[in-house]
């Protein structure tokens, strides 16, 4: 059948007037279907296809009436046209409109009127059956772009969930890969840095909640910057306090020299920074402690919320060095300064007793570093 052919059911008891009503229609287009009952009728019309039917009102068995409002109680026929053949009759009009007919054709018809009347109604199909296929594609569309966003949503959402924790560089190779399983539970060998501001509590007791925050984004923007570029991994802010882990998850050739780098960068840049602090009457120093050891790592927290975390003794030494480390000081345990001794310069400071190690530890500050080799983080 033709996209733009119009399929009429013709229902009438009597043949000769089948005959004639396909006569007529036909042979201006119109594809013409017969049925000689409404019982028929009925069973054809779940797969004629039909855009109107011409129904007579008297027939045996199922009168045109009782048709129609069969017709109209379904729901997928309830917009088809419907024109019932009439005697003319005011009562059978009535009845007619009562039963859900569209229209009226009276014995004996009119040809020029029938084919009037069948070509408006049919027009008038045809726009609702293109509206309820507009419809349908705009519901299937809607659809579509309804699990396109929440697609985009979901992957904005673990794309955040990466950049809390990882370096851009780490996080672009998770999305390349397609594979979170970098971030489950695992061992490795790290290098962990702690450090945070000295005098920073005082200045918060004496200070406006808007001016702390002021001096902590810049502090944060600065040492954000460094980590990004040093490829470090930031487990936590806290408050002026940040970790920041090497080797994981992705391994390092030499995460020792990373950390050492980056230390020294962040302690210039915050001297800088706390210059300007200075001139506002806040006197804020800046402590570094480094160490080096085997820890847990992976994903800890709850559906909605997660961090990604190092645990063991290898960040606890980190976090007691930043501990007693003078205002501009960078203290690294004994295997750091070993790893990174092509690099560093230092000094010792001793073996020092650190709260929660029951031995003492041996520690150096970082005094600079062999610009040359310092080739991480250009």
Known sequence: MRRDEV?????????????????????????????????????????????????????????????????RASESFAFLPVVMITASGEQEKVRAIEAGADDFVSKPFDQGELLARVASLARIKRYHDTIERQAEELAAWNVELEARVDAQVAELERVNRLR??????????????????????????????????????????????????????????????????????????????????FNDPLPVDDPAERAVAMAVAMRERVAELAHGWSRQGNDLGFGIGIAQGYATLGRIGFEGRFDYAAIGSVTNLAARLCAVAEAGQILVAQRVYSAAEGLATGEPVGELDLRGFSRPVRAFAITGIDEPKAEVGT
Request: proline share 4%.
């Open 164 to 245: 809390r924790f990882l370096s851009p560089q780490l996080v672009d190779v998770v999305l390349d890969s397609g594979e979170e399983g970098v971030l489950a539970s695992h061992r490795r060998e790290i290098v962990v840095v702690f450090c945070d501001l000295r005098g920073f509590t005082s200045f918060a007791e004496a200070s406006e909640p808007e001016e702390v925050m002021g001096v902590l984004a810049e502090y944060h923007r600065a040492l954000g910057e460094l980590i990004y570029r040093f490829e470090g991994t930031l487990e936590r802010f806290t408050g002026d306090g940040l970790m920041v882990f």
């Open 7 to 71: 399929t009429i059911l013709a229902v009438d008891d009597l043949p000769q007037n089948l005959r004639l009503l396909d006569a007529v229609l036909s042979p201006r287009g119109y594809r013409v279907l017969t049925a000689s009952s409404g019982e028929e009728a009925l069973a054809m019309l779940p797969t004629a296809g039909a855009d109107l039917v011409l129904l007579d009102i008297v027939m045996p068995g199922l009168d045109g009436y009782e048709v129609c409002r069969r017709i």
